[in-house]
């Protein structure tokens, strides 16, 4: 059974700080996926991750995937209040299929 | 990014009651949606997979005589959960593919199911 695990499950963070989010999987896949999940809302996609050894930054956000480790890293950088939110890495299997992680609660505060 | 219309986004039933919800695909042809389920403070369970024009694929442990999908058309998918009880409220949210390797599947807004 393919497992997705994510670490930690909810982070508080202050404010300016760095943190790493960290996506393990067990079955082979090359492509990653990273998301976004407001209170109420849907999922904003934030990360497509593609091939072995890809990084991907946007903001204050920047992705990493390593297929041999299966291994998929959400690194924040200077945190600020409005990346509260909760965070799924995604593995995709077959043509589309995607399984998620048992997501990431953050909590940035002053 | 490609849209995914989702509807209704929040819809409020009776037990006993049948209630569908639809995903359609507004600027592309969705080979392949997909029906997600997610409890509160949980992740997003895969709950089916369907294609246009055949039978949907249903994870292990979701009742297909219960959740009824239906993929008539390339842009459009539905769920229709049927005989609803109140432990079918949950947050369901479809996404849809073109199929092809490597691409994004694009996710609807979300329907907030709560059935009384």
């Known amino acids: 059974e393919l497992k997705v695990e994510q670490n930690p499950l909810f982070l508080s963070m202050q404010e300016g700080k760095n943190y790493t989010i960290y996506c393990n999987y067990s079955?082979?896949?090359?492509?990653l996926y990273w998301y976004r999940q407001d209170p109420g809302k849907s999922l904003e996609s934030l990360f497509v991750l593609l091939s072995n050894g890809a990084v991907k930054q946007e903001g204050r956000l920047m992705a990493s995937l390593d297929t041999k480790a299966r291994l998929s890293t959400l690194h924040i950088t200077a945190a600020v209040h409005d990346l509260s939110a909760t965070y799924f890495c995604?593995?995709?299997?077959?043509?589309?299929?995607?399984?998620f992680g048992t997501g990431t609660r953050l909590q940035v505060f002053p | 990014g490609a849209v995914v219309s989702q509807h209704p986004s929040r819809v409020i039933c009776k037990s006993g009651t049948s209630v569908k919800i639809e995903c359609r695909s507004l600027?592309?042809?969705?080979?392949?949606m997909f029906w997600y389920r997610q409890f509160p403070k949980q992740s997003l369970m895969l709950m089916a997979t369907?294609?246009?024009?055949?039978?949907?694929?249903?994870e292990q442990g979701v009742e297909k005589d219960k959740f009824l999908i239906n993929h008539a058309s390339l842009t459009l998918s539905t769920l229709t959960v049927t005989s609803a009880h109140p432990e079918d409220s949950s947050f369901y949210i479809c996404?849809?593919?073109?199929?092809?390797?490597?691409?994004?599947?694009?996710f609807g807004q979300g329907t907030r199911l709560t059935v009384v």
């Open positions: 600027d592309f042809q969705a080979t392949t």
């Open positions: 079955t082979t896949s090359d492509r």
């Open positions: 369907s294609n246009e024009g055949s039978k949907a694929t249903y």
């Open positions: 996404s849809a593919s073109t199929g092809r390797l490597n691409t994004e599947a694009f």
């Open positions: 995604a593995v995709g299997i077959n043509t589309d299929k995607l399984i």
